[in-house]
């Protein structure tokens, strides 16, 4: 890990020597509990590291002592914002290393109820992201969208969080019964309420003022070190998995990716706002034409893949998740290891950051846009 | 009228007690007054964050505090007894003593000003000072040393920010807000807030007609001094937890609370005494002239409240609408927007009183009705001074568009751009950046 270096003496104009400054575990701030100490020349951050930990429950190890199917659960606790999307991951990946055949319906059941995913999680992300610059109603106002789509998962999945939306094979149970109305409903009213959202922040000269220019990463650099989901796109590289090596029922889906030039706070804030309008474009188009039939694969009483490793990725809101999974035959993975894409972002905070100022170093980490639920696992 | 009854008695009270009408009328009543201002004041600011509250609350879809009372309204009151009753924690390693007396600065400064700010004529103001505006600005200057002994004596990284943060605000502020304030004082000719809201009275006009420009410098450059939103970087929430509050708990949080509300209330205070005239309301002298005195000062008090509290909301309005500044942006709109603008106020106001009196009695024009205290001006005079006024607006702004124009803050507009869509096909790889 990269240790930032403690100056004691320093010959600045009042020779007074840097500060170092905590920012975390504990801060408003910091979505979670990350830590980051940074080094300061007045407000000017010079250097600053992550020290990250502190929600680490061993989540890679204790797959390895559960069925396949007892996992999926933990899975919801990676990042909780975005449950749906994570459980999917695990899920598709044993299907693939056992070769099921999922129903179409579940499919296409499963790419709604990730786009909603990804909208909830958009919302909340616009919700903290404005709030760490200073706007607090956003918050509200986005919660409240929120919360219409916490209301479908509660029906359909029985929790708001962590649903364990799915099971090996397709879904635990059918839709509810105005899952189509109660969808549909919203997909109406997202955009009208979206624009209201960009009309206090969009066009907003302190809005501008605090986003444009503010934690540039080229693409270059950002597919150096990995980034992934709206943090790579907002630098300008149209990569997405839902496009590039399509899972559920992407193939069948008609949707663009939004892409950025310049790399910086404000593109990634229009890039997001742009992937929730087209989420809302993918459940338009699933929920017209949602088949019908059994959402249930036939599954073997206990599920034992064959020995091999087996990786497959998705597009989680957040950026491409992974999941790589060593199989030894028995009814336990081997080893399993998460590819988490907050972790991955989180490496280009150094470099996003040094040079700016306190203020921006908490407009960085949220547009970037972490749960540290993940990070950590 | 019935309700003075007792104010006649008591003081025949106190005559018969044997003190000197001297004493009564400087003394005892100043005391009476200043008990009273204190208590409703204090009682304003508590309702203000009631307010501040229901309000944020009503613009956020929720209801705000519903549970404590009809509609909540005790709930300040409740937010009283509980910080009276928490802890008075002070940390090992603070500075005890100036840790222990920065609140106590903080509420001195705010409350001190209230004993010139003319809520009424005759009796609903403590002391007319000649020198009040003066008196004000020095005063509520000294708030400012508050938060830095508060932020030092910590001993707390984000606190020290904080409190760094906040001296730098307020002293770049305070000269714009001094700067915007002597346009306004050309016309009324006095620094006395009575003699301000005497000399709008007669000339029958708010001086927000003839000083637009100063008056939005005076606002926004009131608001940064506040240190509310969207200047309230030295207790950024987000960034410095709490600013120079972050170690303080209890009363002494609240006493700082109450300070800033109280901060807030004299600079609407003193905005709807410069400018918008006060305790001075067409057709409520009547009251006066038909001998209902004491009707008449309560009417005007009521008067000046309406019109403070409209500029309080405005600042309510604002915090829950816009982003926060960030530290060298907020110096920027401070030094290089508000301080320029604040001189060309000055000139331009100098220059239209001197085109009035240059007009006056050329060609038969009157523009002068005369000059007592204040500047008394013709329907013609004043029609050349407003126009002069918002002439001036636009020539402030586009001058410093002119200085300002290759800035990167003032060309954000022109820098915003679309995202572009990309509709990839299907399951080929991504496209690689440059190609």
């Avoid at chain 1, 760490?132 to 969208?145: F, K, N, Q, Y």
């Avoid at chain 1, 892409?259 to 593109?267: A, F, I, L, M, S």
């Avoid at chain 1, 989680?316 to 988490?340: N, S």
């Avoid at chain 2, 409740?78 to 509420?107: C, H, M, N, Q, S």
Wanted: hydrophobic content about 50%; aromatic content about 10%.
């Amino acid at each position: 890990m990269h240790q930032v270096e403690i100056a004691t003496t320093q010959e600045t104009l009042l020779d007074s020597p840097e500060m170092v400054l905590n920012m975390g575990p504990q801060h408003p701030s910091t979505h979670g509990v990350l830590r980051v100490v940074l080094r300061l020349d007045g407000e000017t951050v010079i250097d600053l590291d992550c020290d990250i930990g502190y929600l680490h429950r061993g989540m890679e190890k204790i797959a390895e002592n559960r069925m396949y199917t007892q996992i999926a659960p933990y899975w919801d606790r990676l990042d909780y914002i975005a449950a749906v999307s994570n459980g999917l991951v695990w899920v598709e990946t044993v299907e693939q290393m056992m070769g099921l055949p999922v129903p179409p319906r579940a499919h296409y059941l499963r790419t709604i109820l990730t786009e909603l995913n990804r909208i909830a999680s958009h919302l909340l992300w616009l919700a903290t992201h404005a709030l760490d610059i200073g706007a607090v109603t956003v918050l509200l106002w986005a919660l409240r969208e929120r919360e219409e789509i916490l209301k479908i998962f509660e029906r359909q999945f029985g929790a708001r969080l962590t649903c364990h939306a799915w099971r090996v094979g397709g879904m635990p149970n059918d839709a509810y019964d105005d899952f189509n109305k109660d969808v549909r409903q919203f997909v109406n009213n997202f955009p009208k309420r979206l624009d209201e959202y960009e009309t206090v922040l969009s066009e907003n000269r302190i809005w501008l003022s605090r986003t444009v220019g503010i934690g540039v990463i080229s693409a270059e650099d950002a597919i150096a070190i990995g980034l992934s989901g709206p943090a790579l796109r907002g630098s300008g590289v149209a990569w997405d998995i839902r496009k590039s090596r399509p899972y559920a029922a992407y193939g069948d889906m008609d949707f663009d990716i939004p892409v950025g030039e310049n790399g910086d706070t404000y593109d990634r804030y229009l890039v997001r706002l742009e992937e929730m309008r087209q989420s809302r474009r993918i459940i338009d188009q699933a929920l017209e034409n949602l088949p019908d039939g059994p959402v249930n694969a036939k599954l073997p009483k206990i599920v034992k893949p064959p020995v091999g490793d087996y990786y497959h990725t998705i597009e989680a809101p957040k950026g491409e998740i992974g999941c790589y999974i060593v199989a030894d035959g028995t009814a336990h993975p081997w080893r399993v290891r998460v590819r988490p894409p907050s972790f991955i972002n989180l490496q280009a905070l150094r470099q996003m950051c040094i040079g700016h100022l306190v203020a921006d170093v908490v407009a960085i980490i949220g547009t970037l846009d972490i749960v540290l639920g993940e990070i950590d696992r | 009228m019935l309700l003075f009854a007792p104010i006649d008695v008591l003081n025949d009270l106190l005559l018969r007690m044997g003190l000197g009408e001297e004493t009564i009328r400087y003394f005892v009543w100043p005391l009476i007054q200043i008990g009273l201002v204190v208590t409703l004041v204090a009682l304003w600011v508590a309702y203000a964050t009631y307010l501040e509250r229901k309000i944020s609350a009503f613009m956020q879809a929720r209801l705000g505090p519903m549970r404590v009372g009809p509609w909540g309204l005790l709930q300040p009151i409740a937010d009283g007894l509980k910080l009276l009753t928490k802890e008075d924690f002070i940390p090992e390693k603070a500075d005890r003593w100036i840790f222990f007396f920065a609140p106590y600065i903080a509420v001195a400064s705010a409350f001190i000003v209230f004993s010139v700010i003319p809520f009424g004529p005759d009796w609903a103001v403590i002391a007319d000072v000649n020198i009040g505006l003066l008196l004000v600005l020095a005063v509520s200057s000294v708030g400012v040393l508050a938060l830095i002994l508060a932020g030092w004596s910590s001993n707390s990284k984000y606190a020290l920010l904080g409190g760094l943060r906040s001296s730098a605000q307020m002293v770049s502020y305070e000269v714009a807000m001094g700067l915007s304030l002597i346009g306004a004082l050309m016309f009324a000719r006095t620094l006395s807030l009575s003699g301000i809201i005497a000399a709008q009275g007669s000339d029958s006009i708010w001086y927000v007609l003839y000083q637009p420009a100063g008056f939005l410098i005076f606002l926004i450059s009131g608001i940064a001094e506040n240190n509310r939103a969207p200047f309230d970087l030295p207790e950024a929430e987000s960034e410095l937890v709490a600013g120079f509050h972050t170690e303080y708990s209890g009363m002494r949080w609240s006493l700082f609370f109450m300070a800033e509300y109280a901060a807030m209330v004299v600079v609407a205070a003193v905005a709807t005494t410069v400018y918008l005239g006060g305790w001075y309301f067409p057709f409520v002298y009547r009251l006066e002239t038909s001998g209902h005195h004491n009707l008449f000062v309560l009417v005007s008090v009521l008067v000046f409240l309406v019109k403070a509290s409209l500029i309080l909301y405005f600042y309510f309005w604002l915090r829950w609408t816009l982003p926060r500044f960030r530290y060298d942006q907020l110096m920027d709109i401070g030094w290089k927007w508000l301080i320029p603008s604040a001189l060309i106020n000055i000139v331009i106001s100098a220059f239209a009183i001197f085109l009035v009196q240059a007009l006056n009695g050329f060609q038969g024009m009157q523009t002068i009705e005369f000059i007592d205290r204040g500047l008394n001006l013709t329907a013609s005079g004043k029609a050349i001074m407003i126009v002069m006024g918002i002439a001036g607006l636009f020539a402030t702004a586009s001058l410093l568009a002119r200085i300002n124009w290759r800035s990167r803050d003032f060309n954000l507009k022109v820098q915003r751009r679309d995202i572009k869509l990309v509709n990839l096909p299907k399951g080929k790889p991504a496209v690689q950046p440059g190609s």
